[in-house]
């Protein structure tokens, strides 16, 4: 397993940007897919983006694509996710995932942060 932790959180009005990151630490060479998920009051937790540790092919949920970028660095110790064109349907507590190379489901995950939007 990867130990994660979460930043860049915080409140931004409907149409702003934040970039979240999430520091990776552990059994990197093991990980082979990385994700954010985010869970909004009241709601269950969603996946939005997915990066390949192979090949770096991305996806998307559809709600986010085009506004949304995930990215990692060259060393895989840090995850990105930078948000464009806020919504307030955006807010939520953003978390960070791993999975190990072999498994079905993530199975390793950060704390989360709160990203709020306001109108």
């Known amino acids: 397993q990867v130990q994660l932790a979460e930043s860049g959180g915080g409140s931004v009005q409907a149409g702003g940007s934040l970039r979240l990151s999430c520091e990776v630490a552990?059994?990197?060479?093991?990980?082979?897919?990385m994700a954010w998920y985010r869970q909004a009051p009241g709601k269950a937790r969603e996946w939005v983006s997915s990066?390949?540790?192979?090949?770096?092919?991305?996806t998307y949920t559809d709600s986010v694509r085009g506004r949304f970028t995930i990215s990692q660095d060259n060393a895989k110790e840090r995850l990105y996710l930078q948000m464009n064109n806020l919504k307030t349907e955006d807010t939520a507590v953003y978390y960070c995932?791993?999975?190990?190379?072999?498994?079905?489901?993530?199975?390793?995950w950060g704390q989360g942060t709160q990203v709020t939007v306001s109108s």
């Open positions: 552990g059994n990197i060479p093991y990980t082979c897919e």
């Open positions: 990066i390949r540790n192979d090949d770096e092919t991305t």
């Open positions: 995932a791993a999975k190990k190379c072999g498994m079905v489901s993530f199975n390793s």
